[in-house]
């Protein structure tokens, strides 16, 4: 089956302009994860959405923010983007438990 | 406040020794452990895990052991092969919620 997919792979913007991420699970798989990862820094987890709802919350500004559709895709949006913003945005779809967590292969995004 | 830690970068082994990377955590909720494996311009891809009621975990050439008083984990790859080189990623969870907390990542270099 076709894995986890995000659209766009590298995606360039200037401060204070915003920024949707979009992200297509694996066929079956209802829960959403966003990681934002920096040079030096593991992943740092954003949100995570199931059946459409937020389930978990991060430590990030309310500058981020995502949603899911009711296929499971989910988009996650960055307003009024800062410098420090770059970094490569990791999805994950995840089946029954944690151990079935599968990345997409993550949106660079840079901010100038 | 990280807690989770990998404190070594990187590291270096030859090809065919035991490659042995740490990881160390601070929050006592945390039960259950996961190690990624991460290949440039690609997203994580799980390895294996290992829950608090054990304290080793053996997949093939890779094992993870798990020291809950000293609140260490280790993952140990005998033998090593140049398929190996690639960074390798800590992440612990409670499992009461989905959210994984990410080490920084340590890349393991293996010489031929």
């Known amino acids: 089956k076709a894995g986890v997919t995000q659209t766009p792979r590298y995606l360039i913007k200037t401060r204070g302009q915003q920024v949707t991420l979009s992200c297509s699970p694996i066929?079956?798989?209802?829960?959403v994860s966003w990681y934002q990862q920096t040079p030096g820094q593991g992943l740092q987890f954003l949100f995570e959405?199931?059946?459409?709802?937020?389930?978990n919350k991060g430590n990030f500004p309310g500058r981020f923010s995502g949603r899911q559709f009711s296929n499971s895709r989910s988009e996650m949006n960055v307003s009024t983007l800062e410098l420090g913003d770059s970094a490569l945005y990791l999805c994950?779809?995840?089946?029954?438990?944690?151990?079935?967590?599968?990345f997409g292969p993550g949106t660079r995004l840079t901010v100038t | 406040d990280q807690q989770v830690k990998q404190n070594s970068p990187s590291l270096s082994v030859q090809e065919g020794r035991i490659s042995i990377l740490n990881c160390d955590y601070t929050?006592?909720?945390?039960?259950?452990f996961l190690w990624y494996k991460k290949y440039p311009a690609e997203g994580p891809t799980f390895l294996i895990s290992?829950?608090?009621i054990k304290d080793k975990n053996e997949d093939g050439r890779f094992t993870v052991f798990l020291n809950k008083s000293a609140k260490h984990l280790s993952l140990h790859i005998v033998p090593s092969q140049p398929g190996d080189s690639a960074v390798y990623f800590c992440?612990?969870?409670?499992?009461?919620?989905?959210?994984?907390?990410w080490g920084a990542g340590t890349k393991l270099i293996i010489k031929p």
């Open positions: 929050n006592s909720m945390f039960d259950y």
């Open positions: 992440a612990a969870s409670g499992v009461s919620n989905y959210q994984l907390i």
């Open positions: 290992i829950s608090s």
């Open positions: 066929s079956g798989h209802r829960s």
């Open positions: 959405y199931f059946s459409e709802t937020q389930r």
């Open positions: 994950a779809s995840m089946g029954d438990d944690l151990s079935e967590q599968y």
